[in-house]
C-alpha cells in the first residue's frame, strides 16, 4: 500500500471550477490587487475576527513587512524559537534585527518561561510560532510582552484554522501573519500570505508598504516594496478558505487516531495535546525511538515520512555568527533526532491510517 504525504493533485483534480473563474478573470484583465483580493481579504477577514486582513504575496513576506511596520531597527533584538521554519528567522534577519532564540517545550511549541531569561534592552519583539499548527499558550505569551513592554508578531503561518483559548492564531499579538503555500492546509496553486491586525494605523501603512507605498498612482508618500497576492492565488484562496473547517475536521479525525494507537506503543511519544488548542495538524509529529531506521523501513514499505526539521536553526550553518553551540537549546536537539512527521491529509482514508500504525507496530516487534 502506498500512504503519501502529498496530496495536491487529489485537492485540485476537480480543476474546472478555478478554470472557469480564472476565465472570468482573464477576460477583466484584472491582473494586480483588485475587487478579488479585496473580496478574499474580507472573507479571511470574517474568518480569523481580525479587524484588517492584508494580503501578500507570501507569508515570508509577510513577517517581514510585519515587523518593519512594528518598527523595527537594525540590531533590535527579536526573540523566537529555535525549532521553526527558515522563513521565520529569514525575516528576522532581512529586517536587519538579531534573533534571539530559545528552546521549546514538549509540544515542541515556544518555551515560554526561557523567554524572559533572555529579554533585553534591546528586545523588541516576540515572534511565536504556532509551530505544526499547534499553538503556545498567547495568554502567557501576551501578559509577558505586556509587563516588558515588547510587541508581538504571531508567526501563525501554519495556524490557519487552528483555535487556541476559542480564539484563531494570529489575533492575539499586534501583528499575525499567515501562509497559504502548499504546504498549508489553506493552500493556493502558488505562493500567498496574510497579515492580519487590529491596529488601523499599522494597517493603513502595511497596505501602502505592500504596494510601493502608494497613496494613488502618481502620489508616493513612502518607499514600499511589491508584495501582492495575485488574483490567480485569490481566487483558489475563496474557494479553499469554504473548505477549510472540513478540512480541519478530517485531520483531527486522523490526528486522533493516530494519537490513540501511537501511544499504545512504548517507542513512540506523542506530545501532550491541551484542552484550549483545536490543532489544525498542517504537520503530525511525533517522537519514535530508533528513528532513522523506522524511517527508512516505513519509507520502503510505502509510507511517505519526512523530519521537519533534523537540524534546528541555532546549528545551521547560516546561524554561524549568532554564536549558539550545540547543547544550547537541549529540547529542541533531542528531538531534532527522534522525531517524524506522518501523512495525516484530509485525503487518508481508515486503511491508510491502519496500515501506517501496523507498520509502525511491525518494525519494532522486530
Ligand atoms: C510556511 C511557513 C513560513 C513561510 O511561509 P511562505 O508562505 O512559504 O513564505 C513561515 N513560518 C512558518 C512557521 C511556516 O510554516
Redesign the pocket.
Known sequence: MKVPFNYLNQQFSNDSIYINKWKKLIKSSNFTLGGIVESFEKQFANFVKSKHCIATN???DA?TIGLKSLGVKPGDEIITVCN??Y??VGAIIACGCKPVFVDCDERYQINISEIKKVITKKTKVILP?H?AGASPDMKKIKNLAKKNKIKILE?A??GIGSKIYLKNPGTFGDIGTM?M?PV?TLNVMG?G?MIVTNNDKLAKWIRKYRNHGMKDRDHIDFWGVNSRLQPIQAIVAKIQLKKIKRIIQKRNYNANFLDKELSKINEVKIPKRIKNNKESFVLYIALFKDRDKLKKFLIKNGVDVKIHYPLPLHLQKASKNLKYRKGNFPIAEKQATQMISLPVHQYLEKKHLIYMVKKIREFYSK
Do not use: L, N, R
Open positions: 507570501s507569508g515570508t513577517i521553526t521554519f522563513a521565520t510560532v509551530w508567526d503561518c501554519m501562509s503555500h498549508k505562493d500570505g
